[in-house]
C-alpha cells in the first residue's frame, strides 16, 4: 500500500511529540507551581514576622477587629491562636465560634520549627488555601502564641494555567518545527524506500529496462545504487542464461537421437522432437510414465539397473511400430547436485541403427554372395584345369570343350571383378559424372546397334519412340549409355517373345513439397515374364536375382541393376521400376530439367 511506511512513522511521531508535550507541560506546571507557593509562602512569612510585631499585647474579648484590619492591608486572611489552639482572633470569621487548631498541621509545625505551612481546602471560604504559621515568642508570657495567615490559591493556579499555556503553545510550536523537519526528511526517505519498492516490483515482473537514480550520497542512495547495478547484471546474466537455454533447447529439439529425461520412478520430465517420430507417439508426453507412453518394458528395467549400479547402461530394442527399427538405447544418471550424490532422474537417448543393422545384414548377404558367385567359376576352371592335366589334354575333342568352358567361366569372373570395381569406383566417387547435351536419338541408336545381334538371334525387336521437341538431355553420354545398355540386355535376356522398346517424353514429377517440377522420363520397356510385386522392393541390391538359375545360365553377374541404380543416383536422377508378372517390366529414369 502507498504510503504505509510513511503513516506509520506520522503516527510515531505524533505518539512521541503528544508523549513529550504531555510530560513537558506536566513538569513545568508542576515547577512553576512549587515556585509560586514557595515565593508566596516567603512572603507570608515576611509579612507575618511585620504583622507580629503589631499584635497587642493586651485586648479584651478577642483580637477578630485587628485580624480584620490586617487582612484590609495585606489581603490576606489573618488568625491569631495561642498554645492551646484556641482562636483568639480571626479575619474572616467569629474566633469564638472557631474549634480548635492546635492539631492544624501548620500550627504543629510552626510550634516544632517555628515555622509551618500547609495547602488544603477550606470548608470555611470553600478554596484551597496556602497556611502558613510562625510561632511568636512574648516576652513574660510561658506559652507560645501563633500567626497565621491564609491566601487562596486560584490567583496561583489562574497564573500557573497562563504560562501553562503559554508552555504548551511554546511547545506546540517548536514540536510543529521539528515534526515538520522530521516528517519532511522521513517523506524522502520513504519516497526513495518506494521508489526502491517500485523497482523491485519491475524487476520480479522481468522487467529490467527501469533504473535507479539517486542524488543523495547517504546508505540509501548507495542501497538504490547497488539495486540498480544488481538488476542490471541480474538481466544480463538472465540474458545470457536464456540464450544458452535456447540454444540447448535447439540442439536437444533438432538433434537426429530421441531423448527423454525422468525421474527416478520412470515418470518423464523432458523430451525432445525425435522421441515422437521415433516412437510415433504425440508431443506433450511430458507427466506420463514411459511405460505408459512407449510401452517398452526393457526401459523399466533399464531404469532399476541404473539405480542400482549408478552407471551408465546401454542396449539393443526392436520397435514394430510405427516400422520396424532397432535402437540403441543409453541409460545415464542424472544428478541435481552432484556433492550431495542424490541421484534425480535417467537420462535416455535413442539411437536408430536400423540402417546400420541392414547394413550389416547386407554385408554379410554381400560377402556370402560374392563366395558364391566366385566360388562357381574358380571351381570350373580349377576342374577343367586339374582334367586336362591329368591327361584329358590328348583328347583334342573334349579338351577343346574343356579350354571353352574354362575361358567362359574366366571371363564370367572378368566381368564380375570389372562390374565390382566399377561399383566401387562409383560409390566412393572416382568416376566424375560429367553432363553434356546428349542426342537422344543418336545414343539410342548406338545402344540398339550393339545389342541387335543379341535381339535377332531370340527374335525379337528393338523399337524407340521419342515425343516430338524432346532431342537432348543433359547427362554423361558414357554412363548413359551404360545404363541403357545394361537395361536393354535385361530386357533381352529375361523377353522370349516380342521385345524392349525406349520411349522418351515430357513428364511433371511430385516432389516431398507436391510442387510439380518437369523432367524428361526415359523408359525401357520389355515384354517378358515380369516381376513378381513382392521382388520389386529388392531390385538393385547387389547379388539380387529373381531367379539365380536363369539369370547365371544367362550370364548375368547380379549387379547390372545396381550399377544402373548408383549411376542414376550420381546423375540426381530417380529410378523407378513397373512390373507385374506375366506382364513384362518398365524401368522408368525421371531426368529433372535444369
Known amino acids: 500500500m502507498k504510503h504505509l511506511l510513511f503513516k506509520k512513522v506520522l503516527f510515531v511521531y ?20 512549587n515556585n509560586y507557593i514557595l515565593n508566596l509562602r ?40 495561642d498554645g492551646s489552639g484556641k482562636v483568639l482572633g480571626d479575619s474572616d470569621e467569629s474566633s469564638e465560634k472557631m474549634e480548635n487548631h492546635a492539631n492544624r498541621p501548620e500550627i504543629r509545625d510552626a510550634e516544632i520549627s517555628d515555622t509551618g505551612s500547609s495547602i488544603r481546602f477550606s470548608k470555611t471560604i470553600g478554596k484551597n488555601l496556602l497556611y502558613v504559621a510562625i510561632a511568636i515568642n512574648r516576652d513574660g508570657d510561658a506559652d507560645k502564641v501563633f500567626l497565621r495567615l491564609a491566601l487562596p490559591l486560584h490567583d496561583v493556579e489562574t497564573a500557573v494555567d497562563k504560562i501553562r499555556i503559554r508552555i504548551i503553545l511554546a511547545s506546540l510550536a517548536v514540536l510543529f518545527l521539528v515534526m515538520l523537519i522530521g ?46 547495478n544488481m538488476a542490471q547484471e541480474m538481466s544480463a546474466r538472465l540474458k545470457q542464461s536464456d540464450e544458452e537455454k535456447q540454444k540447448m533447447e ?46 517398452k518394458a526393457e526401459l523399466t528395467e533399464f531404469i532399476e539397473q541404473v539405480q542400482a549400479s549408478r552407471e551408465k547402461i546401454s542396449g539393443e530394442i526392436t520397435l514394430a511400430y510405427p516400422r520396424d527399427m532397432y535402437l540403441m538405447v543409453t541409460a545415464s544418471p542424472f544428478y541435481s547436485d552432484k556433492a550431495q550424490g542424490e541421484l534425480s532422474g ?32 574358380i571351381t570350373a576352371i580349377k576342374g577343367f584345369a586339374e582334367t586336362l592335366l591329368e591327361g584329358a589334354l590328348d583328347d583334342r575333342e573334349h579338351a577343346y570343350k574343356f579350354l571353352e568352358t574354362i575361358k567362359n567361366n574366366s ?10 570395381l566399377t561399383l566401387s569406383r562409383i560409390e566412393l566417387g572416382d ?54 545398355l545394361n537395361l536393354v540386355d535385361n530386357g533381352i535376356k529375361f523377353t522370349e517373345k516380342g521385345g524392349v522398346t525406349i520411349k522418351v517424353e515430357s513428364e511433371t514429377e511430385k516432389t516431398e513439397q507436391e510442387e510439380g517440377k518437369d523432367c524428361i ?71 529433372p530439367l535444369v
Not at 515384354?527 to 529373381?546: A, C, D, N, Q, V
Request: aromatic share 6%; charged share 25%; with cysteine.
Open 346 to 377: 535417467i537420462v535416455f537417448t535413442f539411437h536408430d541403427i536400423t540402417r546400420l543393422r541392414k547394413l550389416e545384414e547386407i554385408r554379410k548377404d554381400f560377402v556370402a554372395n560374392v563366395s558364391h558367385e566366385i566360388k562357381t567359376p
Open 431 to 484: 568416376i566424375k559424372i560429367e553432363k553434356t547435351d546428349v542426342n537422344l536419338n543418336e545414343l539410342i541408336d548406338t545402344v540398339f546397334a550393339t545389342l541387335r545381334g543379341k535381339a535377332e538371334s531370340k527374335g525379337l525387336f528393338l523399337k524407340q519412340q521419342i515425343s516430338p521437341g524432346i532431342t537432348c538431355v543433359k547427362a554423361d553420354r558414357d554412363r548413359l549409355i551404360q545404363i541403357l
Open 183 to 228: 516528517l519532511l526528511q522521513t517523506r524522502k526517505i520513504t519516497r526513495s524506500l518506494e521508489d526502491i519498492a517500485d523497482f523491485s516490483k519491475e524487476v520480479t515482473k522481468g522487467h529490467f529496462q527501469k533504473r535507479l537514480f539517486f542524488k543523495e550520497r547517504d546508505e540509501l542512495g548507495e542501497l538504490g545504487n547497488n539495486i540498480s
Open 14 to 33: 505524533l505518539i512521541i511529540a503528544l508523549l513529550l508535550l504531555g510530560s513537558l507541560e506536566l513538569f513545568l506546571s508542576s515547577e512553576v507551581k
Open 411 to 420: 571371363e564370367r569372373l572378368n566381368s564380375l571383378v570389372n562390374d565390382l
Open 521 to 591: 522420363s526415359i523408359s525401357v520397356e520389355d515384354t517378358g515374364m515380369g516381376i513378381p510385386r513382392k521382388h520389386l522392393s529388392r531390385l538393385g541390391e547387389r547379388f539380387y536375382r529373381i531367379d539365380r538359375a536363369r539369370s547365371r545360365e544367362l550370364g548375368g553377374t547380379g549387379l547390372g541393376l545396381a550399377i544402373v541404380k548408383h549411376i542414376v543416383k550420381a546423375h540426381g536422377w530417380e529410378m523407378k521400376i513397373e512390373s507385374a508378372e506375366g506382364q513384362g517390366t518398365t524401368v522408368h529414369i525421371l531426368c
Open 250 to 295: 535447439a540442439v536437444l529439439w533438432n538433434m537426429s537421437d530421441g531423448l527423454i529425461l525422468t525421474d527416478i520412478k520412470g515418470t518423464i520430465i523432458m523430451s525432445n522432437e525425435a522421441v515422437s517420430k521415433l516412437f510415433g507417439v504425440s508431443t506433450g508426453i511430458e507427466g506420463k510414465t514411459l511405460l505408459e507412453t512407449l510401452r
Open 42 to 81: 516567603k512572603s507570608l512569612v515576611l509579612q507575618a514576622r511585620l504583622i507580629a510585631d503589631q499584635i497587642p499585647a493586651t485586648f479584651q474579648n478577642n483580637l477578630d477587629s485587628f485580624c480584620e484590619r490586617v487582612k484590609s492591608q495585606t489581603g490576606a486572611r489573618v488568625t491569631i491562636i
